[in-house]
């Protein structure tokens, strides 16, 4: 969808290092969040967002910050880079309507390698 | 804490037959949604069910939602090599915008 992007698309860097993936959305939906996809466990929310300053954590947090200054971005930081983060990270975005779980939209992903 | 469960996790389809693929949660849901994401791009919204025993097709996929709103499936008619990709159900997590995903169901088609 053209109304969510992220970059980079690719990134390549070394343990340690600090690593911002960024995430934008043109729809001014409410909700965005962060997922990450490795084989075997499906999709893993690291944080979301429920509104501007407002974040909270999802099920694989640790590792990871986020912000959210404005409603239409959301970047996620990995402070110090592990090999375990390597991964596919998404970032989603959904309208909020009493909390009912609306469809999320989806990023074309970062593929991020951690050496 | 919710638990979506997706049934079978890989499924290898002749061209032609049909398929079906299965998904179940730990809770009762007030809707289930489906999305699919080809190989090497992101998870596509495909359709939400919020009915009781609710079944709505879209072309040769048919979507039901089981009466009980803890089950949901995907019957997917005359597979196409196009079907390709992992299937995800997802339901809410109630209380937030938040979805409860599966695991997902990989379908790989044998021309």
């Known amino acids: 969808d053209a109304g969510i992007t992220q970059s980079p698309r690719y990134k390549i860097t070394e343990t340690g290092r600090q690593v911002t993936l960024m995430c934008h959305q043109t729809w001014s939906h409410s909700y965005m969040f962060w997922y990450r996809q490795d084989l075997g466990h499906g999709l893993r929310l690291i944080y979301y967002?429920?509104?501007?300053?407002?974040?909270d954590k999802g099920e694989v947090p640790d590792g990871y910050v986020v912000s959210r200054s404005k409603t239409e971005n959301f970047p996620l930081t990995l402070e110090s880079a592990t090999r375990s983060q390597t991964s596919v990270y998404f970032c989603?975005?959904?309208?909020?309507?009493?909390?009912?779980?609306?469809?999320?939209?989806f990023g074309d992903g970062t593929r991020l390698s951690i050496l | 804490g919710q638990q979506v469960m997706q049934i079978p996790q890989y499924q290898h389809v002749q061209e032609g037959e049909d398929f079906t693929t299965y998904c179940n949660s730990s809770t009762t849901l007030s809707n289930i949604q489906w999305y699919k994401q080809r190989p090497g791009g992101h998870p596509v919204f495909l359709i939400q069910?919020?009915?009781?025993?609710e079944v709505k097709k879209q072309k040769r996929l048919t979507f039901q939602f089981g009466e009980a709103k803890k089950n949901s499936s995907l019957h997917i008619t005359a597979t196409q090599t196009t079907d390709v990709g992992t299937y995800f159900c997802?339901?809410?997590?109630?209380?937030?915008?938040?979805?409860?995903f599966g695991k997902g169901n990989q379908v790989v088609v044998i021309p």
């Open positions: 997802a339901g809410p997590i109630y209380g937030n915008n938040r979805l409860a």
């Open positions: 967002s429920a509104a501007a300053d407002i974040t």
């Open positions: 989603a975005s959904s309208e909020s309507q009493g909390g009912g779980g609306q469809p999320q939209h």
């Open positions: 069910l919020v009915k009781s025993g």
